[in-house]
């Protein structure tokens, strides 16, 4: 099994700037692919960010492309999200997620380990 604890959310003004880390502990080995996921109120979860296991293919939303970074750092088991010029679409509820079956997995049923989510709020 392996865990995963997000940290890093907050309330922070449009225009401003947030970075979200996902510390994984357990049998992280396993893990090949990870992604960011967000839920805002009244909507369905959806995909921000992911990136493999060595940290050289990522891939970004359209809606975060150009404002967004998700990186890794293996050694440490964490991975992070980088937002800057946030907006208030981007309030949400964001969650960290890991795979052991695909490297880039885009639909978050391909995951099998989620964290307990960490609250964005932008103001504007």
């Known amino acids: 099994q392996v865990q995963l604890v997000e940290s890093g959310g907050g309330l922070v003004q449009a225009g401003g700037s947030l970075r979200l880390s996902c510390a994984a502990s357990?049998?992280?080995?396993?893990?090949?692919?990870s992604g960011w996921f967000r839920q805002a109120p009244g909507k369905e979860r959806e995909l921000v960010a992911l990136i493999n296991w060595s940290g050289d293919n990522t891939y970004y939303a359209d809606s975060v492309k150009g404002r967004t970074t998700i990186s890794r750092d293996n050694a440490k088991n964490t991975v992070y999200l980088q937002m800057n010029s946030l907006k208030p679409e981007d309030t949400a509820v964001y969650y960290c997620?890991?795979?052991?079956?695909?490297?880039?997995?885009?639909?978050?049923?391909?995951?099998?380990?989620w964290g307990q989510g960490t609250q964005v709020t932008v103001s504007s």
């Open positions: 997620a890991a795979t052991r079956r695909f490297t880039m997995a885009t639909r978050d049923s391909l995951y099998d380990y």
């Open positions: 357990g049998r992280t080995f396993s893990i090949v692919g």
